[in-house]
């Protein structure tokens, strides 16, 4: 299991935090039935380059907190021997993390966490446009947080 962190903002985290992001990407896999060898890509950006993304693959012309791009478009879960699956891209935006962690009231670090499993289950094929849908994958999202001592109550 690995998450490859490209952090283009240079921001202090603690070591814990990828090792928490490998834990909850493992048991997000295990509950769902995948392998789990997988590799997640991280990258960490600023506004402008997330609103540029976000702009050119979802026609938004704003920035946004999380965007996911999944390389599992048939969900196949073919991978030869020896290699990891690739579950594809999560491109979290620093400065959106750093202006919710103050509106939430909880470190930036938190919120990164978050944005991440968010983005997680994105790449495993949750959405949320539906109220039922999106109720749904809070509660995958808040269950996966607990795993690493990260729920709204425990944070």
């Known amino acids: 299991m690995t998450v490859l962190l490209n952090d283009e903002q240079n921001i202090p985290l603690s070591s814990g935090i990828v090792s928490a992001m490998e834990i909850i990407t493992k048991a997000a896999l295990v509950d769902h039935n995948f392998p789990s060898d997988a590799e997640v890509s991280l990258t960490l950006c600023d506004d402008a380059t997330i609103h540029e993304l976000n702009k050119t693959w979802r026609s938004v012309d704003a920035p946004t907190d999380v965007l996911s791009f999944p390389l599992l478009g048939d969900m196949t879960l073919k991978v030869p021997p020896g290699e990891e699956l690739m579950l594809g891209d999560v491109i979290i935006s620093v400065e959106r993390a750093r202006a919710q962690a103050q509106e939430f009231g909880h470190s ?48």
Do not use: T
Not at 113 to 133: K, R
Not at 134 to 143: A, I, N, Q, T, V
């Open 108 to 155: 930036v670090e938190r919120e990164i966490l978050y944005l991440y499993v968010h983005g997680l289950l994105h790449l495993l094929g949750y959405d949320h446009l539906e109220e039922e849908e999106k109720r749904e994958m809070r509660s995958l999202e808040e269950k996966l947080l607990k795993e690493v001592g990260a729920g709204r109550d425990e944070f």
